[in-house]
């Protein structure tokens, strides 16, 4: 039986670890050709070969995905080895946790520049070829965050905001080239950068103790769980789905 994205190449930024992994292994059984764009290369590099050991066909390049020149570089990497991308992931970000009035000047810049303008550049190189293959979808990773704010949280929160709106308006202005572009956005979820957020916020007092999360999400999010919502918007079972934003929380935003 043919996977969900059979004949797909799949980017997935930041698809090392964490949810961008689990989305890397998943893809690559559904049958795509998957290239991860991370600056982790240890970590890319190994999970490439579980990805080829199960029978997968990907390949790792090492990039900063904020950075144009690198991106232009990766991108071009990907299309010489596998052809146009059909599929892109945008899931690389980070977070920075701390009381707002304790924030920089350079710790917003760096924020937008690794959670937006990295979904900004790596976009902007994908299309041109997704365009001349007759089109594809995009996946941006938003988070819960873009719509639930949270004490000290300030400068994650607006990216995220931001990448909600990135999604709709990439979804409208390039609709009639066969283009789709959707957010996931999950809420807690076990990974390092997950459980991270919680210890900091912990730390800064905020409740995300376990019965917090209890009651707002049920128990903490697999990053799996993420990766499938993520399979299903980036693949044809999505066909008329443009623009959208898919919560992946438990709830959490319908409280």
Known sequence: MAGRLSGKVAIVSGGAT???GAASVLFAAEGA???IIDRNAAEADARVNEIIAAGGIAMAVTADVSKAAEVTEAVSQVEHAFGPVTVLFNHAGTIVIKPFLDTTEEEWDWLHEVNVKSMFL???AVLPGM???GGGSIVCTSSISAVAATPMEVLYDTTKGAVHMFARAIAVEFRDRNIRCNAVCPGFVRTPHGLREVRDLQALGVDVSE???MAQQGRICEPEEVARAALF???DE????????????NGFTAL
């Open 18 to 20: 964490g949810m961008g």
């Open 33 to 35: 050709k998957v290239a």
């Open 122 to 124: 790596m976009t902007r």
């Open 131 to 133: 365009i001349g293959a």
């Open 211 to 213: 019965a917090a999360l």
């Open 233 to 235: 918007l980036a693949s």
């Open 238 to 249: 999505a066909s008329f789905v443009n623009g959208a934003h898919l919560f992946v929380d």
